[in-house]
């Protein structure tokens, strides 16, 4: 069967092929004709499955139901993997993300007696918690692990060590001295990720502190504030600038990804290159 679209489309053909009820059919004509002894079992079952095939995956109907079993194995594997994230941070920063869900449930429980003129915006500001949410925890899962970088690498002895292979170059044979070139580019390299990573968790940080600080006040608002538009309009604001964070985080963690220490015969430490990817 064709595979799904790369640009993401769902295949409603391959779906409607795969779908148990089909197979329970096809295995049914498939037994039938053992029974009978004879093929037209199997003829009769082909002609039936060309014509589901053909009508079945351009229903409207069988469609929308598709789309919503892809949206809640969608749901569940975000789901799953913000679990996992979760549970990878220390206790300090889980205390720190339930009592930033404590403020979440605050301004929803505020913002829950307005009148019922008035929830369309109350359902988009859930929308955006929500979203702001699960990029908190990215962020802090993020830190943990820039954090976790920085507490094992000791940029002092890369830099030592550098110093000391750029002396001795001049010295060595052309062998050694072509293989410790090599060396004194890696170790370049390292420091410079290693203060990149430097800044970007003083990014996070300064991140997460303004989460908190905007839902804070957020908070405070809904206490007395009816019109739940300017409430809406500090999480615009806010949500834009955790995207632009978050694609900062990205770019910054690619550099795990592209490391040339990754090859054996360079590998100069224990910190794992392989990142949990958001």
Not at 69 to 90: A, I, M, N, T, V
Request: hydrophobic share 35%; glycine share 4%.
């Amino acid at each position: 069967m064709a595979e799904d679209k790369d640009n993401g489309e769902i295949n409603y053909l391959k779906e409607a092929f795969h779908l148990q009820y089909n197979y329970i059919a096809l295995a049914g004509a498939a037994a039938f004709a053992v029974v009978s002894g004879t093929a037209l079992p199997l003829m009769l079952g082909a002609g039936l499955e060309l014509i589901y095939l053909s009508v079945v995956p351009n229903n409207s109907r069988f469609q929308r139901l598709v789309r919503s079993w892809k949206f809640e194995q969608q749901k569940k594997e975000r789901e799953k993997g913000l679990s996992q994230l979760f549970y990878e941070l220390p206790p300090e920063m889980k205390a720190r993300y339930a009592s930033m869900e404590g403020i979440c449930r605050g301004i929803r429980a505020n913002y829950g007696r307005l009148t019922s003129t008035s929830q369309m915006f109350v359902e988009q500001m859930e929308s955006k918690l929500s979203g702001l949410s699960q990029s908190y925890i990215r962020l802090l899962n993020s830190a943990f692990h820039h954090r976790e970088y920085l507490r094992a690498t000791n940029p002092d002895n890369i830099r030592k060590e550098l110093d000391t292979l750029q002396k001795d170059l001049e010295h060595d044979s052309p062998k050694v001295q072509e293989i410790n070139k090599k060396r004194v580019e890696i170790l370049n390299k390292r420091i410079e990720k290693y203060d990149k990573v430097q800044d970007n968790c003083k990014v996070i940080d300064a991140q997460c502190a303004a989460v908190e600080d905007v839902l804070q006040l957020i908070r405070d608002q809904s206490v007395t504030m009816h019109d739940p538009q300017e409430i809406s309009d500090h999480l615009d604001n806010l949500v834009k600038d955790v995207e632009q964070t978050e694609e900062t985080v990205r770019e910054v963690e690619s550099i795990f990804d592209l490391s040339p220490l990754a090859t054996p015969e360079f590998d100069t430490g224990p910190i794992s290159r392989n990142r949990v990817r958001n």
